[in-house]
């Protein structure tokens, strides 16, 4: 169960990039309560998109409302293309800094959700957030991958999963994320 907080921090964060103009999505554990199966998170994670060289002016912007979790955010921002933050309710907040093609597709398939509580933000796509875990290639990532093909069905994209995947696991040096997608596809 999430708490309620949690969805208001994201309310409140989707409203504040909104506002300043950003593309952004969430990505995570919040993308998985709607795409999979529901499970505890207490942090956001979200894509950011950010030119590369603007990721200082970026975190700039974001710094106004938002507190660093660490020294120095703006030289990180540019060195990790992160942003580590928490919001008034102490809600841990890790903003990717996206720049790359598959970043940018992963943007364009976002889609906005009403959360309980009311509000609206925008996840994911159920295919990008596959791609996502599966990229990760973690153990409980590959728990939620299972979740999200048993509760997507027949409506989840498989071939462009693998279309956008296999570049990524490529570009790694990680075959055989693919392969093991491909293997619980085989199951489900």
Known sequence: MIEPKLWRSAVQLQRFLDGNGFKFCFIGGIALQRWGETRATDDLDGTLWADFGNERAIAQ????????????????????????????????????????????????????????????????????????????????????????????????????????LSPLAELKEEPEIVAQLQSLFKCQ
């Open 61 to 164: 912007t974001v710094l106004k409302t938002y507190q660093s979790r660490i020294d120095n955010p703006e030289s990180f921002s540019v060195s990790a293309r992160i942003l580590l933050l928490r919001d008034v309710s102490n809600v841990s907040i890790d903003l990717s800094l996206g720049g790359m093609p598959y970043e940018a597709n992963c943007l364009s398939r976002a889609t906005p959700w009403t959360v309980p509580g009311g509000g609206s933000i925008r996840t994911c796509s159920a295919e990008d957030l596959v791609v996502l875990k599966a990229f990760a290639n973690r153990p409980q990532d590959w728990i939620d991958i299972r979740n999200v093909l048993i509760r997507q069905g027949d409506g989840l994209n498989r071939a462009l999963v693998e279309q956008e």
